[in-house]
């Protein structure tokens, strides 16, 4: 009973830890005026769609700066997300999957899962944003 709720407690406070960075927690994002995406679509239907840029860019800064960093630029807490690379590098899949189940090991939340926060047409937002920044320096 006791190793439980040892375990409980520090299931909490990796969790609490991982969303005490900064001051701002996961928001659901407004998509209007985008088509809505569908579960299933793994390639980036709003490449180079200046609205879904716009919309991506905001929703970035609100869920994903506080620990990928500001403009995408990462500070060291997480990786890159420039480094991802764009359309030719066929990572689209990977990103969405990667968003919306976060990355739990043994019980550390490293990034916490978005996919009851963001809709899969709010995260394709964000990856035509990032895909709008410049890599040259990575
Ligand atoms: C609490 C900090 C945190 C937040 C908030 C966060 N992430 Fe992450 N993210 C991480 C960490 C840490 C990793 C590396 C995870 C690992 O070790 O497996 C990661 C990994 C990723 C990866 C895989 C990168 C790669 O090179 O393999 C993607 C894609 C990603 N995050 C996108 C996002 C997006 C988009 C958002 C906002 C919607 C976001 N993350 C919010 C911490 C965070």
């Given at each position: 009973m006791k190793k439980i709720t040892k375990l409980a407690f520090a299931l909490f406070a990796s969790t609490t830890f991982a969303f005490a960075h900064g001051d701002v927690s996961p928001q659901a994002v407004e998509t209007k005026g985008l088509k809505n995406i569908a579960?299933?679509?793994?390639?980036?239907?709003?490449?180079?769609n200046e609205l879904a840029m716009e919309i991506g860019k905001g929703a970035y800064n609100t869920n994903c700066a506080r620990c990928h960093g500001l403009g995408a630029v990462s500070g060291g807490i997480a990786p890159d997300l420039r480094a991802l690379g764009g359309p030719d590098d066929d990572t689209d899949e990977y990103f969405i999957g990667k968003v919306q189940d976060g990355a739990v090991r043994n019980g550390n939340v490293y990034m916490p899962p978005f996919k009851d926060v963001l809709t899969p047409t709010a995260i394709w937002t964000i990856r035509a944003w990032i895909e709008t920044l410049n890599s040259d320096d990575l």
């Amino acid at each position: 009973m006791k190793k439980i709720t040892k375990l409980a407690f520090a299931l909490f406070a990796s969790t609490t830890f991982a969303f005490a960075h900064g001051d701002v927690s996961p928001q659901a994002v407004e998509t209007k005026g985008l088509k809505n995406i569908a579960e299933d679509v793994i390639v980036n239907p709003f490449r180079g769609n200046e609205l879904a840029m716009e919309i991506g860019k905001g929703a970035y800064n609100t869920n994903c700066a506080r620990c990928h960093g500001l403009g995408a630029v990462s500070g060291g807490i997480a990786p890159d997300l420039r480094a991802l690379g764009g359309p030719d590098d066929d990572t689209d899949e990977y990103f969405i999957g990667k968003v919306q189940d976060g990355a739990v090991r043994n019980g550390n939340v490293y990034m916490p899962p978005f996919k009851d926060v963001l809709t899969p047409t709010a995260i394709w937002t964000i990856r035509a944003w990032i895909e709008t920044l410049n890599s040259d320096d990575l």
